[in-house]
C-alpha cells in the first residue's frame, strides 16, 4: 500500500532512484521517507527482483525492475549503480531522455560530468554528489557539484534530497568532490579502522570482546558528541584529556612517533588520487 500524499504534487517531483534498492541510494530514500516525502513520488529501481521486493515491503515505496519504464514522467533521476556499470547504463537511457530535461543526480565516484553529457548525449543538468553511508542513520555528509545548466529550484531539490539524511556542502569546483571523497565519503571506513584496531588491542588485553566494543563504540561516539558539541576545536579537546606526565600523553606520544598525522593525510591524498585515476579509467 502507498503512503498517503501529504503534499500536491508540483512540490513534491518524481525521483527515480537506478538502483534504488542498494545501500547509498536505499539510505537516502530512507531518510527522505522519514522526513516525510510521498513514498509514491518515490521510484527504486534494481536488478534483482526479490531484493526489489523486500524493498517495496520495508518502504511502501513503488519498484520497478525495467529503468526505462521507471523514469518516464521522472522530474530528478538519480543514479545509483557503481561506477563500472555507469557507462552501459547512461548509453541505455539516452534514446529515452531525448527532447526531455530530467535533474539528474549521480552518486557515483570517481566518474567526470563531461562523461555523463557524452553518454547520455543531452545536455542534461547535472549534479554529482557524493554522500556517506552514515546516511543510513541520517547522519550523513553529501558533497555537491552543479554543472551549469542546473538552476537554483534544482539545487533546491538536491539539498532537500541529500539533506533528509544529513548536511551538505557545495564545491564550486568538480575536483572538490574528490576531496570530499578523502574527507567524507570514504572517511567512515578510516573511523571504523580505528575502531577496529582499538577493539582488537582491547580484545588481546583481555576483555570480552563484546565488552571491548560497547567500550570503543560508546567512547567514539561520546568523543564525537562532544566535539560538536563543544565551543573549542578538537586540538583542544585532546589536550584537556592530556595531563602533563599522564597517561594520554604517553599514548599520543606514540602515535606521534609512529606518524599518525603524516599518515592519515597520506591515506586521504591516495583516495583522492583514486578518485581522480578512476575518472581517467571510466571517462571512455
Ligand atoms: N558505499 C559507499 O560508501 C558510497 C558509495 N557511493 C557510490 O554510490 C554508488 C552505489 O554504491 P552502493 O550503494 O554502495 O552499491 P550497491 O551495490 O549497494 O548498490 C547498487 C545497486 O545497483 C543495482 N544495479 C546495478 N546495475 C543496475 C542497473 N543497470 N539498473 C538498475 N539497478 C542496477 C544493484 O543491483 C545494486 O542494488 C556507487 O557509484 C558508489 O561509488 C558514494 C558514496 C559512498
Ligand atoms: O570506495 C568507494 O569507491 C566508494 C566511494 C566513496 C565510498 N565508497
Known amino acids: 500500500m502507498l503512503a498517503e500524499v501529504t503534499q500536491v504534487t508540483a512540490t513534491n517531483p518524481k525521483i527515480v532512484f537506478i538502483g534504488g534498492a542498494g545501500n547509498m541510494a536505499g539510505a537516502v530514500i530512507g531518510g527522505l521517507?522519514?522526513?516525510?516525502?510521498?513514498?509514491?513520488?518515490?521510484?527504486?529501481?534494481?536488478?534483482?527482483?526479490?531484493?526489489?521486493e523486500a524493498f517495496a515491503k520495508r518502504h511502501n515505496t513503488v519498484v520497478?525492475?525495467?529503468?526505462?519504464?521507471?523514469?518516464?514522467?521522472?522530474?530528478?533521476?538519480?543514479?545509483?549503480?557503481?561506477?563500472?556499470?555507469?557507462?552501459?547504463?547512461?548509453?541505455?537511457?539516452?534514446?529515452?531522455?531525448?527532447?526531455?530535461?530530467?535533474?539528474?543526480?549521480?552518486?557515483?565516484?570517481?566518474?567526470?560530468?563531461a562523461a555523463y553529457q557524452r553518454w547520455l548525449g543531452e545536455h542534461l543538468p547535472i549534479v554529482r554528489a557524493m554522500p556517506n553511508t552514515p546516511a543510513l542513520?541520517?547522519?550523513?555528509?553529501?558533497?555537491?557539484?552543479?554543472?551549469?545548466?542546473?538552476?537554483?529550484e534544482h539545487r533546491a531539490i538536491t539539498a532537500r534530497i541529500v539533506n533528509a539524511v544529513g548536511i551538505s556542502l557545495w564545491v564550486d569546483k568538480e575536483e572538490g568532490i574528490d576531496q570530499v571523497i578523502a574527507v567524507a565519503g570514504s572517511a567512515p571506513a578510516y573511523f571504523f579502522q580505528f575502531m577496529e584496531a582499538?577493539?582488537?588491542?582491547?580484545?588481546?588485553?583481555?576483555?570480552?570482546?563484546?565488552?571491548?566494543?560497547?567500550?570503543?563504540?560508546?567512547?567514539?561516539?561520546?568523543?564525537?558528541?562532544?566535539?560538536?558539541?563543544?565551543?573549542?576545536?578538537?586540538?583542544?579537546?585532546?589536550?584537556?584529556?592530556?595531563?602533563?606526565?599522564g597517561t594520554t600523553e604517553r599514548a599520543v606520544q606514540r602515535f606521534e612517533q609512529g606518524g599518525l598525522p603524516q599518515l592519515v593525510a597520506d591515506a586521504m591524498r591516495d583516495c583522492a588520487e583514486r578518485a581522480a585515476e578512476m575518472a581517467r579509467e571510466l571517462d571512455q
Open 64 to 113: 520497478h525492475s525495467d529503468n526505462i519504464d521507471a523514469i518516464d514522467g521522472a522530474d530528478v533521476i538519480v543514479l545509483s549503480v557503481k561506477p563500472q556499470v555507469m557507462r552501459d547504463l547512461c548509453m541505455d537511457l539516452s534514446p529515452h531522455l531525448k527532447g526531455r530535461k530530467p535533474l539528474i543526480i549521480t552518486l557515483a565516484a570517481g566518474i567526470p560530468l
Open 137 to 152: 542513520v541520517q547522519s550523513g555528509v553529501t558533497g555537491l557539484f552543479a554543472d551549469e545548466a542546473v538552476t537554483a
Open 33 to 52: 521517507l522519514a522526513a516525510g516525502y510521498p513514498a509514491d513520488r518515490i521510484v527504486a529501481t534494481g536488478r534483482d527482483p526479490l531484493k526489489l
Open 198 to 245: 582499538m577493539i582488537d588491542a582491547s580484545a588481546a588485553s583481555g576483555f570480552a570482546r563484546a565488552d571491548a566494543e560497547r567500550l570503543v563504540l560508546q567512547t567514539a561516539l561520546g568523543a564525537a558528541k562532544l566535539a560538536m558539541t563543544s565551543d573549542v576545536n578538537v586540538a583542544q579537546l585532546k589536550r584537556n584529556v592530556m595531563s602533563p606526565g
